[in-house]
Structure formats: structure tokens, C-alpha cells
């Protein structure tokens, strides 16, 4: 767990800090958290496998995640059941309750979650104009202004909130597979 708060703190580490509710994913495109649409709400767990370089054997949560407008909730559970973060998120501004070491976290894990679930339409909103964000019914890619890639994602559903989404954070060599659980 620790590599695995400790490798989202590197993302953080690619620009100076953005406006609240925005964050950096290059050093030079950021993405600011967007509402869901009117009328959108989300409530899924997923069972998050990440893998990060120099850690073979990779991390695993469980995230709750609730949202609705601009409102987002990300609980991170242990495979047994043990709550190890609460994030909270009301129009851009987080609020943190778990170890102080992974508070960047709390900066970092509502973009992604928005980047790889949220109405294409909607992400676009939250992205930097030179930021090129391409849709198709197996995945996203996400390329910065330089056409570096940031984001490549495959989903075995046409919606990413159902099924099964692997995801590839490029700055950071990141590698998470996000299976929906059963309700």
C-alpha cells in the first residue's frame, strides 16, 4: 500500500501545483474536476490491482466510490474489509482522512477516477484545450499538447463503469486493472 500512495505522491510531483480542484497530470496539461452530468449519479466498488515499477507483486483496494453533481466520495478498503482512506470531494475541494504520508492522494485519485468513469463529454470539459482526450467503445487515450501519452485505458464494456477497465498512467509506469463488483 505504502508504494503504492507513495507512487501517485511522483504524479504530484510532475507540476507546480494547479488551482484547487485541478490537477496536474504532465508539466504541462492539468485536468480540474468536473460534476457529473445533471441528473448522473455513480455508486460502484471496484476491486483496484495496481502495479508500479520495482513492485512485482503490485497493490490491491477496494474503492467505494459514490458520486453525484459535484460531489465525489472514494472510500479505500483493504481486500479483508479494513477501511484505509476516506476522500472526500464537494465542488473541488478534498478533504482527507487517512495517513498523512499518501495525502496526495486526495489531490491525484478523484482525477483519475473522473478521467477513466466520467461522460467522456464531461472530461473534456475539465481538460487543458491542447489536451487531446480520443473515445472509443474499448477505452480512452489521453495525449498532452506534445502528444505524449498520458492515459490508455482498455474497458471490456462500452461504459467503464461496468465491467472491467485496465489503465496505464504513463507518467508514472502505472498499471491498474479496476473490476466492478457485484452489487
Request: glycine residues 8%.
Amino acid at each position: 500500500m505504502k508504494a503504492a500512495l507513495a507512487a501517485v505522491v511522483l504524479l504530484g510531483a510532475c507540476a507546480s501545483l494547479p488551482p484547487p480542484g485541478c490537477t496536474a497530470l504532465s508539466p504541462t496539461t492539468r485536468y480540474c474536476l468536473q460534476p457529473l452530468p445533471t441528473g448522473h449519479t455513480l455508486a460502484v466498488n471496484q476491486l483496484v490491482d495496481m502495479q508500479f515499477p520495482g513492485r512485482p507483486a503490485g497493490e490491491r483496494l477496494v474503492f467505494a466510490i459514490d458520486a453525484a453533481d459535484a460531489r465525489m466520495q472514494i472510500v479505500g478498503l483493504s481486500p479483508l474489509g479494513q477501511t484505509v482512506f476516506r476522500l472526500s470531494v464537494d465542488h473541488g475541494q478534498t478533504q482527507w482522512d487517512g495517513p498523512p504520508a499518501a495525502e496526495a492522494l486526495a489531490r491525484q485519485l478523484p482525477a483519475l477516477v473522473q478521467l477513466m468513469l466520467w461522460p467522456a463529454e464531461s472530461v473534456r470539459q475539465g481538460l487543458d484545450r491542447d489536451a487531446a482526450l480520443s473515445v472509443t467503445p474499448d477505452g480512452r487515450r489521453l495525449h498532452d499538447r506534445n502528444g505524449m501519452l498520458l492515459l490508455d485505458t482498455r474497458q471490456s464494456e462500452p461504459d467503464p463503469r461496468l465491467g472491467r477497465v485496465d489503465a496505464v498512467f504513463t507518467p508514472l509506469d502505472a498499471r491498474w486493472r479496476v473490476t466492478r463488483l457485484a452489487d
